[in-house]
């Protein structure tokens, strides 16, 4: 009974709350679970990294058809417990296009092979008029566009069977005439499909540095109880702009909105990007620390209000 | 290991009430109506003029930052050129001095080809080098399959697979991370 209003429920008002993971499911154990990117380039480093709950790793690149074709790294993480999050990057969700089947399925296969969560993917488009980008490239904000991405990603929802989450990205230029803010957008997309989020707090950076937004404000917008996890990475200034790397170390600038984020909500779960230029083990160990710390002062300033209970 | 999709809470609706957006013209059944055929269409022009500027060479549509789209335009080239790099490292040697500027000129107006990666983006940018007659005769040997050798005897790679225990790398490179 309650099933069914529930469908009729999705049916008619095609509302639904978000449902991101609780930590527990990302490895936190009940906390705040810390992550890592799994890079083919740091396999080893990141099993034996000390204090990483969960991955992520970049779902186009897996083969997934076959469990036995899983890297056998992923593998080891996987029989260890470890959760692993697929990461498209090449969907685009926020082109004109209605998303790919065939690039649904795939992801779907790869969530499902790596018994998986939840997967994400990016609010950004990658291809348009038969062109490919090559990289996420951010969309114009209109109403007209919240209609066909909110469409898009009910068409996504339906053909994975684990939630979706969406990232915002970070960008270089603007697009003009935009009729919402990036956390207005989000926060209507979260109301129209019940889609997650992941929060990427360079990203956030990137947005300041770039185009002067306030991030404070930004956080203020977000539906927070919609987070799934989180995302820190380094970058990089150059002509005058903000160049989100994943290649650099995470500046304290990026560390501080994490911490804004965390006096707002306790994310499920928050994970390091890094893409290039990979540093030695100990380096990236500082960064899951630092991540970690700040996760814990967060939980420790909260918990006289909340008699300690659990996040 | 999560709730089931679509679970129903009231706190939803507080929490969209504290986005202090009072003045959104469209409620709640705004946002949900389908997207229509216009919609798409429009937002298709939109996207594929400014793809055009990006990786085509085209013009810059009005109301955009000429100058931030220099510098994106420069980053989507960079990120393809540190593909092909890795695809065929052959080329940085091989075209000396000439690379990467004769890289990024190219990846500037020619887009990445739809399918097949870095590799397919060496590839092409190899076959534009060939017909300008520009193409490093170090490159062009780098592109030439080694020579055959004799057929194995049958049952030769099955001997091999099982030598390997069957075992696949399970790496896909055909597509970068972002």
């Not at chain 1, 929802?157 to 969406?166: E, I, K, Y």
């Not at chain 1, 499920?268 to 893409?275: A, N």
């Not at chain 2, 940085?92 to 000129?105: H, I, N, S, Y």
Request: net charge negative; with cysteine.
């Amino acid at each position: 009974m309650f099933l069914v209003v529930r469908i009729v429920l999705r049916e008619q008002l095609v509302t639904t709350t978000p449902n991101p993971p609780t930590a527990a499911a990302l490895g936190g154990g009940g906390f705040g679970a810390v992550g890592i990117g799994w890079r083919p380039e740091i396999d080893l480093t990141v099993e034996r990294l000390a204090g990483v709950d969960f991955v992520e790793v970049i779902a186009e690149n897996v083969c997934a058809d076959h469990r036995d074709h899983l890297p056998e790294s992923l593998r080891v993480l996987r029989a260890r417990g470890t959760a692993v999050v697929p990461h498209g990057v090449s969907l685009g969700i926020g082109g004109a296009e209605r998303p790919d089947p065939a690039r649904l399925a795939r992801l779907a296969t790869v969530a499902t092979a790596l018994e998986a969560p939840l997967v994400s993917e990016h609010l950004a488009f990658v291809r348009a008029g038969g062109m490919e980008a090559g990289h996420l490239l951010p969309i114009p904000r209109t109403r007209q566009t919240l209609r066909v991405v909110a469409e898009n990603i009910r068409i996504a929802q339906d053909a994975l069977p684990v939630p979706l989450a969406l990232e915002n990205p970070a960008t270089l230029f603007a697009w003009p005439d935009n009729e919402l803010t990036e956390g207005q957008f989000l926060a209507e997309l979260v109301e129209a499909t019940g889609v997650s989020l992941l929060i990427d707090v360079a990203n956030l950076h990137t947005e300041r540095v770039n185009h002067g937004i306030d991030v404070a404000a930004a956080l203020d917008a977000l539906p927070l109880e919609a987070v799934a996890y989180v995302h820190v990475a380094g970058g990089m200034m150059r002509d005058g702009v903000w160049h989100d790397t994943h290649a650099h170390p995470v500046p304290g600038e990026v560390l501080d909105i994490l911490g804004m984020l965390c006096e707002r909500t306790s994310p499920p779960g928050v994970l390091l990007e890094r893409d290039a230029a990979f540093p030695p083990a100990d380096e990236l160990e500082g960064e899951l620390a630092a991540i970690r710390g700040i996760l814990d002062r967060a939980l420790q300033s909260r918990a006289p209000q909340k008699s300690g209970a659990a996040r | 290991m999560t709730a089931p999709p679509g679970t129903t809470t009231t706190e939803g609706t507080e929490d969209t009430e504290s986005l202090g957006n009072p003045e959104s013209p469209e409620g709640p059944e705004g946002s949900e109506s389908a997207a229509t055929d216009a919609d798409r269409d429009e937002l298709a022009r939109q996207q594929t003029a400014l793809l055009a500027a990006l990786v085509a060479g085209g013009t810059v549509p009005a109301g955009f930052d000429a100058e931030r789209i220099r510098i994106q335009t420069i980053a989507l080239a960079a990120k393809r050129r540190e593909g092909v790099l890795r695809a065929l490292p052959e080329l940085a040697e091989g075209l000396g001095e000439r690379w990467p500027g004769a890289f990024m000129d190219w990846a500037c107006t020619h887009p990445k080809p739809a399918e097949g990666g870095s590799r397919a983006d060496a590839a092409a940018f190899t076959e534009y080098l060939r017909a300008q007659g520009t193409l490093p005769q170090s490159v062009e040997e780098a592109l030439t399959p080694a020579p055959q050798h004799p057929l194995p005897r049958p049952g030769f790679m099955a001997r091999v697979r099982a030598a390997l225990g069957r075992r696949s790398t399970g790496w896909d490179d055909s597509d970068d991370t972002y």
